[in-house]
């Protein structure tokens, strides 16, 4: 199973972006996808997650500005950044729990990570 990220970049502060991650291979059912983002020098954090029934979970600090959703499909996620602020810049990861046959749980699978850099 591969998550492939595509729209990262830089903007300035105010900007939008939108990242896209496709899933593809060996796939049954993907369950879950989520975004995550990692600061340099910090950890990993979640961003927002979105299940397959459409259900979403945010980080309080992008709330009312990004946006997830997903296209089931075509086992894509998607996430819509507006008014972006400097401290978004950092790595953003995409990320599905992939089940890859039938009466197999489900597994966590990582995108390799997209870039986005907020400055003026």
């Known amino acids: 199973v591969q998550l492939v990220e595509s729209g990262g970049g830089l903007v300035q502060p105010g900007g939008s972006l939108r990242l896209s991650c496709a899933a593809s291979?060996?796939?049954?059912?993907?369950?879950?996808m989520g975004w995550y983002r990692q600061a340099p020098g910090k950890q990993r954090d979640l961003v927002t997650t979105?299940?397959?029934?459409?259900?979403?979970i945010y980080a309080d600090s992008v709330k009312g500005r990004f946006t997830i959703s997903r296209d089931n499909a075509k086992n894509t996620v998607y996430l819509q950044m507006n008014n972006l602020k400097p401290e978004d810049t950092g790595v953003y990861y995409c990320?599905?729990?992939?089940?890859?046959?039938?009466?197999?749980?489900?597994?966590?699978?990582w995108g390799q990570g997209t870039q986005v850099t907020v400055s003026s």
């Open positions: 291979g060996s796939i049954f059912s993907v369950y879950g």
């Open positions: 990320n599905a729990d992939v089940t890859v046959r039938y009466g197999l749980g489900p597994a966590p699978f």
């Open positions: 979105i299940t397959s029934g459409g259900t979403t």
